[in-house]
């Protein structure tokens, strides 16, 4: 004897099969306590509630997704706003609690990062670069990351971004110039020794 199915698939195809067979056989199911018609409403309404169902999850998940994008976007200007403000006051825990910025507990102590390694331009457009380097491997712990520039071959070295990981997309670099990039690793210690350079003509 079959049995009843417990997945809701298995449901909702018995239901397709069991409408289709009583419409087409009413000389032998001639009065249904259901009839196909209100079995086929009752389907058409699972698979609307199923439907939305799914959708309000694809939402849900899209929101959340959004979410962290969002906290993502605001903890990265939030560090390089702090990291900017280290630099300008020069580690001043006084001025710097004026941004609700703690200062380091006493006695802590904190070396300056050692040298990022292994910079790198892999992708280039007409007036954007994509730079891509590896932590220092001694040192104290990195905060964040300068980002330098010059024209060369002599020229004086420049801030072009503040990064907080190991890369950076810099835009709206200026073209037809040949420049040269490097890095340097920050915290409240101090400043690393720079990384290797990279030329780029964008």
Known sequence: MARFPRREDGIVGLAGKVSAGLTANPG???APPVAPADLETALGNYVSARDAAVAAAAAREQASAAKRAALAALTDALKADLR???NAVDFDDDQLKLLGWGA???GASLEAPGQPRALEAPRQGEDSIFLDWKAPVD????????IQRRERPDGAWSIAGVATQTEANLTAQQRGTE??????AVNKAGESPPSNTVMAVL
């Not at 040192?139 to 300068?146: E, L, M, P, Q």
């Open 28 to 30: 032998v199911y001639p």
């Open 104 to 106: 380091r507990k006493p």
């Open 84 to 86: 900017y403000a280290e």
């Open 179 to 184: 420049f040269e990039y490097r890095v340097i």
């Open 139 to 146: 040192g104290g712990k990195v905060a964040s990351y300068t």
